[in-house]
């Protein structure tokens, strides 16, 4: 049987569990032992029920935040051996090449890249990319105690590798605009955008790391597979992620690409650009020009142009991510 935490005497007679009670609210109700037994004989699926009830209540009563307090995955976070991260990263360094192409196509409209330019510098660029956030997770896993931290650090643990690693994926991206972006890769081109492609960075990060692991601790409860439970984690955490970064990914893109423009005149072309004109004719008809622009701003904001494209490919760089390493590991 499971163990479980609890102070209930009678299920630490039963030899169930005989450690301290990690929350305030363990609360079980007594059973007897003998009255326990037959009830097993009697019906089996009781045994399960229970179980599963018992975990629920210990992640309810732990209050488990998707920041940093899931410590059940930290020794399975340390485990992630850098072989494992690379060969994922280099199989999803293609996915993503081909996919951020169509996205910058979507964006930007006129003639596409090609889907693969410069893999030499993209693959291990982007090996070190996820690594970066996998090897500072773990960093930060193995030294921080989220328990005895304040919580002004735990967000810092949180946030750190996106900002870390956003020198690297400018670099990343940079590589993947020479066909509109003409300035010297390493000198100008790869700083343009370089704000919200950080905030875009520090989402992504939380999602690949926290969010993915949040979801899946969940979903063990309603699904038995565990490669299966590993992989709706990964979607869950893609589409949230992919949908809160839509935003700054926008803005980072159409600076990249074209640099000379203010962030005001992209934003307003991104703007222009979201809102169909089905409902610019409705808003035309029924608002005042102030109140317009407004609706349409929060339209776009709301409803911002790409973002299935691009959920998509986040989706998809996390369950190629999160599954290649999972499944490496369970069989290394």
Not at 85 to 112: D, F, H, P, W
Not at 249 to 269: A, D, F, N, R, V
Not at 291 to 304: C, D, E, G, Q, Y
Request: net charge positive; aromatic share 8%.
């Amino acid at each position: 049987m499971v163990l479980y935490r609890t102070k209930t005497r009678t299920m630490n007679a039963m030899g169930v569990a005989q450690m301290p009670c990690i929350s305030t609210k363990c609360e079980l109700n007594d059973i007897v032992k003998r009255n326990y037994q037959s009830l097993m004989i009697s019906k089996p699926k009781f045994e399960v029920d229970l179980r599963s009830w018992l975990e629920v209540e210990q992640l309810r009563s732990r209050k488990v935040s998707v920041q940093v307090e899931q410590k059940n995955k930290t020794a399975v976070a340390q485990e992630h051996s850098f072989r494992a991260v690379a060969i994922a990263a280099g199989i999803e360094a293609y996915y993503r090449s081909a996919l951020n192409t169509m996205v910058n196509a979507k964006l930007i409209g006129g003639k596409r890249g090609d889907f693969f330019p410069k893999m030499h510098i993209q693959v291990p660029t982007r090996i070190v990319y996820v690594a970066g956030f996998k090897e500072l997770r773990k960093y930060f896993d193995s030294k921080i105690d989220p328990e005895n931290s304040s919580a002004g650090l735990r967000l810092a643990t949180v946030v750190a590798p996106g900002i870390v690693v956003t020198p690297i994926v400018s670099i990343l991206e940079a590589s993947n605009a020479g066909h509109m972006n003409k300035e010297n890769l390493w000198t100008k081109r790869w700083t343009r955008g370089l704000a919200p492609r950080g905030g875009r960075e520090i989402i992504f990060g939380i999602g690949l790391n926290q969010l993915s692991d949040y979801f899946e601790e969940r979903l063990h409860h309603s699904v038995n597979n565990p490669m299966m439970a590993n992989m709706l984690g990964s979607l869950c955490a893609g589409v949230t992620a992919g949908y809160a970064s839509q935003i700054p990914h926008i803005l980072s893109t159409l600076k990249l690409l074209e640099p000379h423009k203010s962030y005001g005149t992209l934003y307003q072309q991104f703007v222009d650009g979201s809102v169909p004109r089905s409902v610019d004719k409705v808003l035309e008809t029924s608002l005042s020009p102030t109140s317009r622009s407004l609706a349409r701003a929060m339209f776009a904001t709301v409803f911002p142009r790409g973002v299935m494209i691009r959920t998509v490919m986040i989706v998809g760089s996390f369950v190629i991510l999160n599954g290649t390493i999972n499944v490496l590991q369970v069989y290394s």
